[in-house]
Antibody, heavy 117, light 107 residues
Framework: EVQLVESGGGLVQPGRSLKLSCAAS????????MAWVRQAPTKGLEWVAS????????YYRDSVKGRFTISRDNAKSSLYLQMDSLRSEDTATYYC??????????WGQGVMVTVSS | DIQMTQSPASLSASLGETVSIECLAS??????LAWYQQKPGKSPQLLIY???SLQDGVPSRFSGSESGTQYSLEINSLQPEDEGDYFC?????????FGSGTKLEIK
């Protein structure tokens, strides 16, 4: 059974940092592009970043470019999102998800990040 | 960026009815379009990919189609469990973009 379990969320002050982790199991992690998708409270879905199979290519939405870093450790079947210089508009539930061209086929349960003073 | 214009924002339909949700891409995305369902408090679930391919385990009452840059999700024989939010998403070009969503209520 495929499982994606996010962790690392919480309440953080503007300008501070937070690192999200996603532990994957039930599939061959290195065979999948991975991504982070977020959803602000009562809002729609927003793609944040994607990473290629071996981590050699990364892609970001403009609003997080230079502040967020997506990475992966295939030996540990884990995905990460380092979030620096956090802003109030980054407040959202962050989902770890698999895939790219065929859509995002597996999703974690999500982890809440609240940026507030 | 590719804009995905989704409509309607909400709709209400009765059990057994058929409904359709539309997404208009701002440029050609060559069928790289996925549909998701999200129930309250839950993670999104992939329904359709490549515009019309049904994801494993998804009931056959869900179907997708396309006409140019217009993409449609049709749900036949509405069931109570179909209530939720639906989103389209293009996977043709970065940044990947979603439609704004459609809230489906079952009367």
């Amino acid at each position: 059974e495929v499982q994606l379990v996010e962790s690392g969320g919480g309440l953080v002050q503007p300008g501070r940092s937070l690192k999200l982790s996603c532990a994957a199991s039930g599939f061959t992690f290195s065979d999948y592009y991975m991504a982070w998708v977020r959803q602000a409270p009562t809002k729609g879905l927003e793609w944040v970043a994607s990473i290629s199979y071996d981590g050699g290519s990364t892609y970001y939405r403009d609003s997080v470019k230079g502040r967020f870093t997506i990475s992966r450790d295939n030996a540990k079947s884990s995905l990460y999102l380092q979030m620096d210089s956090l802003r109030s508009e980054d407040t959202a539930t962050y989902y770890c998800t698999t895939g790219l061209l065929k859509g995002f086929d597996y999703w974690g349960q999500g982890v809440m990040v609240t940026v507030s003073s | 960026d590719i804009q995905m214009t989704q409509s309607p924002a909400s709709l209400s339909a009765s059990l057994g009815e058929t409904v359709s949700i539309e997404c208009l891409a701002s440029e050609d995305i060559y069928s790289n379009l996925a549909w998701y369902q999200q129930k309250p408090g839950k993670s999104p679930q992939l329904l359709i990919y490549y515009a019309s391919s049904l994801q494993d385990g998804v009931p056959s009452r869900f179907s997708g189609s396309e006409s140019g840059t217009q993409y449609s999700l049709e749900i036949n024989s509405l069931q109570p469990e179909d209530e939720g939010d639906y989103f389209c998403q293009q996977s043709y070009k970065f940044p990947l973009t979603f439609g704004s969503g459609t809230k489906l209520e079952i009367k």
